[in-house]
């Protein structure tokens, strides 16, 4: 069964960085697409967005809300991925989920709060 672990969430000030990571088990990390979403306040399960999502080989891609702020990126060595966020915003705010499409399996997320 896969395991995901997410931490690094936390309260910033706009402008602020963030560092993300997601920690797997119990999957071949190294083989697998991740992703990460996003759970805005007020909006289900259902609407969550995605942000960013890497393959395998490090391929990448973004939603536009983000790009030229947010950088994913993996060690597979670690199992882990990790999302670097500069230029937070309020709007950013939102609880940010890890996801391994391939095994279906979710983090239990992590709260990322942008205010100054």
């Known amino acids: 069964q896969v395991q995901l672990v997410e931490s690094g969430g936390g309260l910033v000030q706009p402008g602020g960085s963030l560092r993300l990571s997601c920690a797997a088990s119990?999957?071949?990390?190294?083989?697998?697409?991740m992703a990460w979403y996003r759970q805005a306040p007020g909006k289900q399960r259902g609407q969550r967005e995605l942000v960013a999502i890497i393959s395998s080989r490090g391929i990448t891609n973004y939603a536009d809300s983000v790009k030229g702020r947010f950088t994913i990126s993996r060690d597979n060595a670690k199992n882990t991925v990790y999302l670097q966020m500069n230029s937070l915003k309020p709007e950013d705010t939102a609880v940010y989920y890890c996801h391994f499409p391939a095994g279906g399996s979710w983090g239990q997320g992590t709260q990322v709060t942008v205010s100054s």
């Open positions: 119990g999957v071949i990390f190294s083989g697998g697409v």
